[in-house]
Nanobody
Framework: VQLQAFGGGRAQPGGSLRLSCAAS????????VGWFRQAPGEERKFVAG????????GYGESLRDRFTISRDNVHNTVSLQMNSLKPEDTATYYC??????????????????WGQGTKVTVSS
């Protein structure tokens, strides 16, 4: 599946951004989907993951209270709503997909397909 992440940009501390990941080539409903981020000079880190049916999700450390992952299998998209943004959220954000037969699982690892990334800058 081909993925394209978009929606990044600049936000002020305390602000919000909504990232989207659009899929093509296959139905995204066959995949668990995750968001990752990579800040300059750092390793890529898990942000959030969502199950195929959208009923289950998980988040990276200390992100659950501010970030929300959701999906729309009809429109083949997954979104990441980011609120109360902090300067440390500055990074390039990537969406990724992992084919799975399980409807309810979300994943930290094992993603096969990656989007190109969208840059988020949080600064006053």
């Amino acid at each position: 599946v081909q993925l394209q992440a978009f929606g990044g940009g600049r936000a002020q501390p305390g602000g919000s951004l909504r990232l989207s990941c659009a899929a093509s080539g296959r139905s995204l409903s066959s995949f668990g989907v995750g968001w990752f981020r990579q800040a300059p000079g750092e390793e890529r880190k898990f942000v959030a993951g969502i199950s195929r049916n959208g009923e289950n999700s998980g988040y990276g450390e200390s992100l659950r209270d501010r970030f929300t992952i959701s999906r729309d299998n009809v429109h083949n998209t997954v979104s990441l709503q980011m609120n109360s943004l902090k300067p440390e959220d500055t990074a390039t954000y990537y969406c990724a997909a992992r084919a799975t037969t399980l409807l309810h699982g979300w994943y930290l690892t094992g993603y096969d397909d990656w989007g190109q990334g969208t840059k988020v800058t949080v600064s006053s």
